[in-house]
Structures are given as C-alpha cells and as structure tokens.
C-alpha cells in the first residue's frame, strides 16, 4: 500500500472479546489481542471490562485516540478489572477525530450495562434510525453501532434473554457486521449473514475468545477453534457456549479486501490462509502477465507476499529491493512541497547492489493515486534496474464499498480516469499489470466473495445506506 | 470552608448560554463566562457551539476532565465556530474522575442536534429512568441530565417545536434545575418551579447570555436583565426573547446555601447581593453571641465576609490574621501524616504582628469536621493570641439534600455526633456560636428559601431521589 | 501590583536547602519550602538531593519550567532519594523560557558534586567571565550562578575544603546573592556582604535549613533561628553549625523592594516584619496625602496591608471592594483587545454594595503601566464611588536594579514619562499620592537600605555588569 | 538480534550536521537524516542550529528524551532557525535517562558559541578528566563528549581558529570519535584516526552534509561524495571545504560490527556496501556450516540478509517464516512473565504455510541469552517444522568493547559460559552455527577492522578507559 503524501485505503475497525470463567483479570489479553488488530483501525481504541461475579451494572471501560500502546498505560490497564471483556480499534481518519465515536459502547439500559464493539457498516441506517427518532431517541454518536444497541435494548423490553434480543436486532439491521457484546454475565459474538466481516473464536486455558482474525488468537497463545458462522450468535457463559444458527443461510459473500489487502498476514479467515492467498495472486499475476526479467521485488511491506508468490510461479529469483524505515510513523512531520522531492527515500530507501543492471518486476497491492509508484520507478531506474514491470495483485477499484471500508474517491483513484497503458506511461514502468477480474477467485478457491468494490455488483439492496458513517 | 486534610461541601455546577446573533463567535465568551463560574465546579467542563446560520446537525463540543484553563487551550478554543452555545462547569468529586457524566450533552434526535447544559438534581430519577426503560431507552450516562434530555426528545416528536417539549418535559421532571439548551437555532433557559437553582439573563451589544450567577455577565461586561423566574422558560432566537410562565407558581424555595457558600461575593441572586447577605449573617452573628474582644478575623476567603458583618455589627476592629498561599491548589502533592503536623501552615499561615496580644473573634461559613479549625486556632495561640472565639455563619447542616449539593455525610460531620460545647472543647475555643435557624431569614430578607439541609423540611416530596447521582 | 495586560516587576528567585542528620529524604520538605517561596518565582524550578551516607558524586536532580506543583509529581518527589538538598525557584519571564538556565547547578569537579541554588545578580561578570574564558572555561548556561559554581571549583583544587573555596570566590565576586550550596557532606548558606538579598536559617527536630525568606521555615514547621549575617558563610554538617564571618562588615544595603512587594506578607526578614512594614507605608501614606474620604480599599493581594494602615492611620475605615476570581492564572487564555474591552472584571470585580455612593481611597504598591489602575477607577465609579483617591505605596522606580530585579523598562512606566498629576488625569482619579522617598525609611525603622531604583544611588560600582543575565 | 525479554547489542549514537550557505533553515534536514540514524540511538536526540549570519553566540537547540518524532513536534522545529546546525541521537539505555546527557552539547567560551555532537567512546577518559579538574573544571554531563568540548575550548584559547583546537585536541584524546561541530561560522567533521566509527561527507545543491551513514544523505536527497578519512579534520564554511590531514595514519581499524548489525541495510561504508556484507555473511555460513534443508528463513529484520545471502549460495530457497507485528514498541506494556509463556507470538508470528513439513534453516546475526531464538525454534516446529538449523552471522562476542558500543555483559552472553552445543541443546535446534573469526573478514574484503570485541585484540591501548560512560 501506498506511502505518504498519497491516501491508503483505510481499515475498518477489529474487535476483541474474552471471558475468563476462572475470574481473572482480562484486560491485558484484551490490549494484546487489540495489538494483534492494530493494522484494522488506529485512529481511537478502548477497552470495556465487567466482573461477571460483581454487581451487574459494574462495567468499566478506557477509551482513547491513538494507537493501543499510546492509549493504554501500565496504570490504567491494571485499573481495569473483570474477568469478562471487548475491545475495539477502529480505523484513521484523515479529518476531525472524534473521541466519541470510539468504541467500545458502554450502555446502562433495562437490564442493566452493556458493552458493544462492532466492525462494519449497515446499509439500512437511514430507515433504522428514523424508526427510532420518531419514537423520541436520542444518539450520542453517529455511529451505526449506536443503533444497533438501541434495537438490543429495545428488544431486551420484551424479550427473555439478551441473546434474544440481539436475533431479533439482526433481523432487522443489514449490513456488515462482526459484533462482540459483553452482557454482564456472557460474551456474545455475531457475524453479519453473509459473512462480509470475519470473526472467530478461540480458546486458551477455560478462556475463550472471540476475535477478527485469528492471528490475535495466536497473539496471546491461544488456540483457534473455528470461524464463527454468517449469521451466528454465539454466547459464552460460565456454563460453556451455545450457538444459535437461526440467521445461517446458503448465501455467503466473504470481503475479498481481507485476503488482498486488510487481513494480517498470519491470520488464517474462512479456512484460507491469507498468506497463501496473496502467493495465489502472485502466481496468477505471473500466470497473466509473464515477462522475461531478472528480479521480483515487492513493495514494503503490502507487496512483499505476492511478489514471493510470482517469483515462485516464474522461476524469476524473488529480491529485498527496500529498505523500509521503520521509524517514520503516524507522527512524523511530513515534509513540505519543497522537501518532498528531495525526500522521497525518507521512508524507503532502495538496496543500490540488489538492482543495478537488473531488469525488475515490481508488485504491490494496489494503486491509488500512482504517485509513491512513480517515485518508487525512479528510485530503482536512478540505482540501476534497467527496466521495471509493475504487477499489482488487485483488479482497479471503481466502486464505493458500504460495508465498512474506506475506497478513496474516484478523484483520488488515478485507475478511475485512466486506462492501464497511461498509468503505465505516468508511473514510468515498461509494462503494467494488474489482477484480472477473472483471476481473483483462484486466490481463496471455493470460497464466495463480495467484490462490489471491483466489478459493482453489490450482494444486498444497498439503497439506504448513510454514507460517511462507518465504524 | 475548609482546607485539606478535611472534606468539603462541594459546589454543583455552572451554566452559561449565549447568542450572538451578529453571527460572531461565542466561545471566548463562554470561556470567560465559565472561569467566573469556576467555584461552582471544578471536576469537568465543556463547551458546546453551533452556527445559527449553517446547518442545523452541526454542533461543535469539546470537553474535558479538569479547570476551564487546563480543559481549553488557545486552539481549541479557536476552533471551536459557532455563534450560539452553552457551557457547564461540574464539581469536583474525590471519587474516579468520570469523562462520560461531563456536559454539555450534545445529541441528535429527530429534529436534528440539541445541547444541553444543567445544574442540579431531580427527585423523580428512579420512575423517570423506568419509564424510558421500559420503552427501551439506552444511557450512555449515569447523570440526571440524560434523563430530561430524553423526554425533551420523546415530547419533539408530536410538539410544535422545542419549547413545547421543554414544557411537557418540565412538567414530568421534579427537582432542583437550571438548564441552558442549545437547539440549532434557540437558545433557551429554564429554571425549576420553586427557583431551588439560580439562573439569570443579561445582555451586551445585541448578545443575550443566560447564567447560574450574574457574575458571569460581569466578567464579560454584559448587563443584568433579570433572575430567569422559577418555573420559566425562556427563549430568545434572532427575534429577540420570549417567555413561557405556564409553570411559574406562588410557592418558592431559594437554596440558602448559595447565599452562605455557594455563590460568588459579587453576584446578586433574586435580589440579594451575596456580599450583603453575608455581611448581614455576621451581623446576626455578633447580635446573637456578643463578646468581648479586641479583633474580628475571618477564615480565608469563605469567612471574611462575614467577619466584616461582625465587625461593623460589634464595633469591633476588623483584622487580617491570616496569609493563604494561593499556589496550593489542586495539584499540590498532600503532605503524608507524618509531615502533615509540620505543615499545617503550608496553605494559611498567620500573621503574628496581627494576633500576638489580642483577643480574636474568628469568623468561618462552616465547620465539617473540625481539624482544620483546630489547627486555626492553635496556630493562633501559638502566634501570641489571648482567646480565641469561633463564630460560624451557618447551622449545623444536619440532613442530607436532594437537589443538587453535595453535604458531607453524618460521619464527617462533627457537629452530627457532637454538642456546641463538646465541639467548642475539641477545636480549643474560647466561645463557639452558630448561626441559629431562626436568624438564617434576616440573610436575605423577605426571600422565600430552602433550608432542608439544616431543618429537614424538603419543598417537595422526595421519595424516589436516587442518590449519588448529581450533576 | 498590577494584572494583565499590563508588564509586572518580576521576582528574582527563591532558595531553599535542608540538611537532615538522621539520614531521612528531604525532597518533600524542599518542595513544600519552595511552594512557599513560589511568589519568588514562576518560571522554572528544581530539586537536587544526595545521600550523606551514600557515594559522593551521586547527586539527584530534577528540574523542570513551570510552577513547582506542575514540574513535580508525587512519583518524582518519591524517587528523589537523600537526607541533604537544595531547590530553586526562578522568576517567570515573558519571552522564550530556557530549561538549560533552571537551577539548582548540579555539578562535578575535582572534589566530586555540588548543587547550588542562587538568588541574586553579580556585577561584575564580564571581568568573571573573562578571566575564566582566557582560561579555556566552558559554559552550559548564561546564568552568573555558574560563574560562581566554577569559581568555587577552581579556588577548591588548590583550598583545604569547599568553605575556603567558597571564601575565596565570594571575594572575588561583587553583586547581591543568597546562595544554597550542597556539598556531599555539607549544607552551606552564603550571603553577599550587603546583604541585598535576604537568607536565614531554621531549624526543625535535629534538621537545619537554609532559606531566602522565614515563611518558608514556617510552612514546614520549623522554626525560625536567625538572619544569615550579611557576608556570613554558614556551613551545617552532621557535627553541627559552623560559621565564617570574615566578610562580614559595617556596610549594609537591604534591598527595599523585599518590604515593599516582593517578600511574603508572613515572612521576616532582618528583624522588620513584611506585614508591620507594609502597614507602616499605609501610614506613611496617610500622613503625606491626607483627605476626607468614607472608605479606604486596597488593589488584592498586593495592596491591601498598606490599605490596612492607611485606615488605621487616619481612622477611615477599611473595606473589601473587590472580589479576585483565583482561576485567572497563568495559563489563562488572555482576551483579544476586542474582547478586553468587556472583560476588564474577569480577573478583579467590585462589590457595588460596599463602593455606592461612597468616596474612595484606593491603595496599590506601585503603577506601572497604569492600566490597570484606571479600569479600576473606572470599576468604581460605575458602580457608584462618589469619587477616587489613589495612594501608592512606594515612589516611583526610575532606574534599573543591576541585583537581580526586573523593573520594567522606562518606556513600559508611566511615571517616567508622565507627572504625577498627568497620571492622576489618565487614570481618572480625583488625587494621587505616590510614597515619599523620605518616608520610605519608615518602612524599616533603622534598617540601612538599597533603594537604588528609585534615587539611582547604588551601593556599589556597577561599571561590568552585564545586562539581561538574571537568575 | 533478540527482543524481549532478551537484552541487546545496543547502538551507540549518530550524528548529523548540515551547512546551507544560501541561509535557508536546515533544521528540517537535520530531523530528517537523524531519523534515518534512529536505529542508532533511540534514548534521546537534539538539534542545535545558528544563522552564520546573525551574531556569533546566537545557537538556538532543542533536546529531549525519546525518537526524533516524539522530541521534535512541528512548532518546535520551526523555532529552530538557521543555515548551520548539528544534530544527534542517543542509544536507548534501560536505566534511568538523562536529558543531561542528550546532545549536540551547547557550549559558551571564549570565542563564541559551539555546538558538538559525538558519537563514540574514549579510552584515556580518567587522564583527561583529571588534568581537566585539576585547572577547576566543572562538568555538566558524565559524557566524554564534554571532555572534548573542554579541551577544544582551552586550545583555542591560543589557536589561530578553531580548526587548530581542533586539530591539538585530537591529538590529545585517544578512542572513538565521529565529531561534528558548529562553529558559528564553520561546519566540521572529525573522524578518529583509526577509523572505529564512521562518518561520510554529502551534498545536495549548494549545502553539505557530514553524517554517521551515508543513508541520511540518501533519506535528503542528497549525493554521497566520501567518508571522511581516518583522522581527518574537514571545516565547510561558506567558501568550501578544505580538510587537514595531519592525524591520518597507515593504520586503520574500522569497527567490524557496523557491518554485521549496527549500520542500516541501504548504507555503504568505507567502501563496503552494508547489505552486500551481511549477503557474504550469509554465504560464509553456507560455505562453513552445509546442511541438507528445504528453506532458508531469517530472523526479522535483522538476520533477513544473512539469510538471503546463505540462500543464493547455497542454492536451497529463500522464505519469509515470520510476521513481525510493528506496533508492538518502545513504549508498549510488557507481558508479565505469567502471561509472557502465552504471549511469545505477539512481536513476531510464524507463517504455518511456509514452514510446514519443511527442514528449516534459520539465520540471525547474534544469539545473546538464547532465550527469544528458543522460543522462535519452539514457533517453528509446533508450526510443523520438521527440523530447524541455526545459523548465527557473528562470532560470539566474548570481550568488552570500550569504543561506544554496549556489549551485554558475560553474565547475560550464553556463548560466554556455554559451548556451541551446549547452546544449541538449550534452544532446541537441529544443528548450530556461528561465523568463524577467520571467516569474518570476508564481509569485508581488505578493509582493515577491529574486532577486539571477538577476539580480545584491541587496537590500541584501553588502560585508562572509565567504564560506563558511553556517548
């Protein structure tokens, strides 16, 4: 993915639930599972514990902008005590942030306390919020989270317990959504019927968890169940989990995002190894555009997996062209206009002795605004490579995603007004490739996907939706 | 009042509104106008603004633990647009500091944004909080405030517009309250039936302000109008003001501890400048406990005023005794109780050349739990004076109130377990004479008041108060 | 003295050194001393500590800008580890604040550490300074004080002990000084031969303590035992007080400036009492500028002692006509000019009850810009004062202090420019009295003092001073 | 190298200078060359700059404890003007952080302002200190870096310029030296004479640049021109370069760690690319330690090149077996050692796909308590490895290093009370192998190094060191 000045495409959010029946502390679980998350959203984080033999209304909760680690201090973390939990991050913004809208939600209603942590989007926002406006409710977020809390506790009224009240919830929200509710007593997780979201469950010691990707599961040693099914509400109490299925359907429409770009590398979602899935996109690239060359290299650190995987489907020697500064984060003072075109190396820096006189074939995930791209070219010819072929393991973008991942606007997306060949012509490169529409099944099997984003064919009624509102 | 290591009487909040209907910003204003109202909460604070001329969702808030000048610095302040808004200042707890009760709320509903600003209690929490949740109500709060903002919400959705649901709201709600509102084009002051709460307004230029205390309007340069009227509810947009008196009533019942402690010398509540009614309390005080004695000497600040009162009562010289060390404050790391003994004059010291020789008169509001005191009146002694007669400016506040003050509790009130003169013994005294219940009224003239904290007659039924939860 | 937006006479600075035989950390009592001493001095401030048991060079310091309750914290304070130490508080300035200048000067030298914490200005540096740079010296800072530091470490190589270095450095250096010193062993006080700046000594159980003003000893508990001589070396050990006075002479110039306005009205310094001398002025003011007037009223804090005596004087009585809002502090985001116009009551307000219909003598330590003091005039009269009558209790100040004052420059005071009665006319009063210069000696009874920036007659040479160099 | 709760080999500082003679501001050059110098030095940084044509003594700094973007805020560098500036980073120690050691020391002396900043160690500290002491020296920071600083100012005492205090300092000093200095006037580099510690000369437009890597000049956009040469002494002023030459020597000693670990991949020092040395590594241990096995993997990052470079000579595949999470920081909580058995995955994570059912070899550049490489080893084969190999591409280090660099003591080295295979039992590999000592100089064909810390051969003499004083 693409480096300053240019937009990324933004991660949605990740969550994180734990119960520990034997009464101990989880919320350094919590902040090391939401470390494991921290590439899903690093614009605010929070945690939110509950002692499951304490007083029912007693829910603690930490919230903050920035990263895990800026937000959580030794002190505070071992204030928070309870033995059940969830967690949240959630994604940067480039605008105002806004501590409100972190998460998790904590909420005092009927029954008592809450707390909701939620990946995704609904598309039924407009319609589910003016039902509850015009029966006199107040927000104090404008988060689709809000609303789906203020249906729980609206059906909680009348139903017979919380699980209930959420299948009744899901039954009228749609959308994408990985959910992890903390009930005083119980840990409730649930994903969105199609499984647009990932979420799985785990367990270490008589702990289980409930998370967005496995590899917070192997974070703290824990081991990895199963996925939580599209459409399952599972709950875990003191007595054990039980599932209820009753939302499962046929129809599946997993987000190919997870496997091209979002998920961590170690994390396995849905049965498909996100690290074997970006080597299948490299092979497939290889497979659609070969070229006689000397190298393959892949942009740090998003490229790196495909390149491995093209280099291994050409026979073409797979090469560390980078070097990556690591030190150059979120808090950086960019450099101005000015600075910048002496600058271009601040962040990656190119290995002269690995290029010179090679012919490269470069890969990444992903193009946005084509101007890191062009940069990086210019490095690589400036060091020697005698030509560079860039490869790219996704199909251009053209289409809004409103399920809870932030495309850059047509504006910034330089595929949105031109065709391959100019690009191919203002990055500098001798050839460009990108993934085929067609191919990028091969890179999770059998397995249906939503890519609305690529081809526009969205897999549910998405009139209603109210942009601009993802958590 | 007295200084650590005692505990307090602690202050409510404060509120301020403004609009400006040139369309300038307010938030300096309501800046200065919440440092005036600092006294009366120390805890949070926060600041909501929106601009009457953009759109109407658009309310800009920020909010913070801590004084007005650590929560605001120059830029927030600066960023903050808007020419209509509301502020609150919270009281200090020695409890967990709690982010989520600080005000102003700031919500949507139906009709768009709504922020509002309260100081006080209600008595009717425990039915009204039921109500909302049997419909289905969630809290993000633990505070009263939430409470009406929800039936202001509930009563929009048939009302004709905000003002009629603040009315059908006031009529539900029982209890002690000042409100600013900000609704995107409004802003609006109402203040409870029996005017427990203060609340005033004032002008400058063609700006209006509503406020707990008139103090505020003179640290802007704005002019008195006039006390908001119990039970009023008063509206002023850019067509100037109007008021609605459906629930204005005969019976009244002024907080006379405004006029002991809470407000500020320089403010005038319903007609009585605070300055003057705590002149005329030591002038009750010398009527009813005359002694012979060379000087009369006030505790800083809270018992000079009154101290004057005796002084010009008796005839008596007035004296300063003491130097406070302003630099004490809030932040100051507590001496441990070993040091303590050396260091009660860490924060008042006195002045011997004042005492050595002389029979002093020392004035306070109030005696908690008496330590302070005693190390008063030791230091004084040990600095030379010949007797020391204590005069407090208040009854012993014997019952707890409802409406919004936070009176220490039976334990940590010596006179509650202690005689006048058993108390007089403990603290070292000479002489020891309290306000008597019966002198209370001459404070504040013909001005229907409150005293239930000193009496135990409450204005009002109180069942269904649920305690600790102020704002 | 007066308040934004006006310029302040600036204080020097505050020492503060404790030695505890028993082997006790003396850090907190260095803190609440220097928290006595804050008035001294706003800027920065500093701690350094060691163990007399322990290893010689190990000295702990922390230092830090700002007031002593924002630069230490409890765990600072806790780990700040030893039975002897020295602290520092610096004045605050308006332009860039400098941490490289903060004190106490922690150093090493051929005998191992020494901290040293100084109050006062040399004047002559450049011949210091020079000498010591022809000699290769290198300098961390801009401060005289570190002058000294490498004198006494020069004079150490070739002295028997730290006393007799210090001995000879004081000879060699001329200009007004109250220094703390900790050597590894010993506590040692100095005072410039003069006696320009003030330092006395004190005692608590078996710990001594060193420190610019008395009020500090009172803080602590302890117990006042006498002035440092003026040229005294006095160096406390475990065996005891041990003192060289062979500097001392005949000669003495307190600086009058202490009594006036900047030492603590609880503070004694050279047998005058702050308190007694600031009534004295009061009374000297009354004698020289008699009128018929109703109430006498003092500008808070500074002016009321001497308020306080002109009403005793002349036998008008003494009255509180200003309330001062405590959260107007530093950090107090100031109005623009616009808004300064309505917000002249922020920080001061008058009590319209006590001035209406009233004629007023207003009483202040010194006008600078004169500002300040004709919002106040105007204050009063709106709010009903019959007519004003201002006493100023000291003369003007036209010449600049070379011994660590910071006046304000001649074109930020209006008395340099102006007449008395062309500032009477300014600032809107009906009279105007400045303190005499012969009366000022009444201040102090027999006590010789400096009071070189008002005649411009300095106690000593000050051709080799350098300007803008204060700690 | 290792992670927590591993120590490590630590890095000792970097240095950065940069003289613009067109007068624009060069302080954000400096921020961005010590990024690229971070992984030098994380403890502290700073930033000294002065207009060379302003006043001679006008040097403004700012230092601080941290990386460069947590101490340099964008207001802070934008304060910092000037065309002439220095900067440094510090390594990161585990005890307790001194803000008075941070560099580039600011310095006042007979001649002006000068600003330095050293990277490296001094052997004959104690002999200079004492001579230094016995003239009355007084010292500020415990570093060596003072000391030159002293003695450049007493040469120049008598020198005709700086160049020559320069010039009779180094004379004087023994040890490692990478100095770069601003003189108000002059940018000047000074490398010592056996070439321990580098430094190279760059350039960009008009300015030049003198940096501890020649990546900083990359990460500015600037053109590598040559590394300063053992013992030369090259001032830049407005009119050039010129260099003296006086202390270069036949014997050189080039400290063999910046190639194995210290020195950033995208360097090339003294004529040895970084990441062509760490390949030979790599195949050095191909050559030496043969084994049949399906995959080459590196430890990240820093055995990745080793392991590509045993790859390409071994001809058995490259892989990537590990994700490193890059959150997991400085500042992030450690897991208790309860938690740390279920949370050794949470830095670094095993890819499953790659290694499973594979023979692995595994490359690092050290191994300090063995305990992280047992735990990668335990990863591995849970993750199905079927045997793992250890290839280390350093000899044990078994002696101290008394040039700047922290070498872990023999107490936490498993190679200084273990044997190879006693190590190899312990961390559970297959086979174990570490770069032979006569293999080492194959990194770096002819260059002439010092390995004294391998070998114990040092390269010149160290009686006189003071340990534990490392700048």
Redesign the interface.
């Known amino acids: 993915m693409e480096f300053l000045p240019e937009c990324e495409i933004k991660e949605e959010c990740g969550v994180f639930g734990i119960f520990n029946p034997d009464g101990g502390d989880v919320a ?2 919590i ?2 599972g939401l ?2 998350l ?2 899903r959203g690093q614009e605010s984080c929070g945690i939110a514990v509950c002692d499951t033999m304490g007083p029912k209304g007693n829910m603690n909760a930490h919230k903050g902008m920035g ?4 937000v ?3 002190e505070t ?1 071992n204030n928070l005590h309870g033995n059940l939990g969830v967690g949240h991050v959630r994604y940067s913004t480039t605008g105002a942030a806004n501590i409100n809208n972190a998460q998790p ?6 029954k008592g306390t ?1 707390a909701l942590a939620h990946n995704g989007n609904l598309v039924n926002t407009a319609e589910l919020r003016s039902e509850l ?8 977020t ?1 988060t689709d989270s ?1 609303l789906i ?2 249906f729980i ?5 009348n139903a017979h317990n919380v699980e209930e009240a959420i299948l009744h919830t899901a039954k009228k929200i749609r959308g994408a959504y990985g959910l992890v509710i903390a009930s005083p007593r119980k840990l409730i997780g649930v994903r969105d019927p199609l499984g647009l979201k990932p979420l799985c469950l785990g367990k ?1 010691d008589g702990s289980y968890m409930i998370a967005s990707e496995s ?1 917070a599961l ?5 081991e990895f169940i199963r996925d939580i099914r599209p459409g399952e509400i599972v709950t875990i109490t003191k007595d054990g989990i039980t599932s209820n299925c009753q939302l499962c359907q046929e129809k599946r429409a997993h987000c190919i995002f997870e496997y091209i770009y979002f998920a ?3 994390s396995t979602i849905d049965g498909i ?1 996100i ?2 899935a970006r ?1 299948r996109a490299g092979a497939a690239l290889a497979a659609a555009y070969p070229v006689d060359a000397d190298l393959v290299v892949g942009v740090p650190d998003s490229g ?2 495909a390149a ?1 995987g093209y280099s291994e489907a050409s026979g073409i020697p ?3 062209a980078f ?1 990556k ?5 979120r ?3 960019k ?2 206009q000015k ?1 910048r ?6 962040k990656l ?6 290029v010179r006189g090679k012919r490269i074939i470069l890969v990444d995930d992903s193009i946005v605004r084509g101007t890191t791209m062009a940069n990086l070219i210019r490095m690589l010819k400036k060091a020697g490579a005698v030509s560079v072929h860039v490869r790219v393991s996704s199909p251009p973008f053209l289409y809004p995603c409103y399920f809870g991942t932030d495309i850059p606007s047509n504006k910034q997306l330089i595929a949105s007004s031109h065709t391959a060949d100019e690009i191919r012509e203002i990055i500098g490169a001798e050839s460009l490739g990108y993934m085929k529409l067609e191919d990028l099944q091969s890179m999770v099997g059998e397995l249906p996907i939503c890519r609305a984003c690529l081809d526009g064919k969205y897999p549910m009624d998405i009139t209603g939706h109210t942009e601009d509102k993802k958590q």
Chains 1, 2, 3, 4 share one sequence.
């Open positions: 350094p679980s902040y090391y470390s494991s921290q590439h990263l895990v680690n800026e959580f201090k030794e973390l939600l904590v909420l005092n209603y009927i809450l406006e015009r029966t006199g409710a107040i927000f104090h404008t809000e809390a203020y506790a609206r059906e909680r009224v270490r590899c192997s974070a703290i040693g824990a961590r590398l170690d190894n690290y074997d080597i790196i997996p491995k797979f090469g560390i070097y500064n690591s030190y150059v984060g808090t950086f003072i450099p101005t600075e075109e002496s600058s271009v190396r601040l820096n190119v290995l002269e002795p690995v």
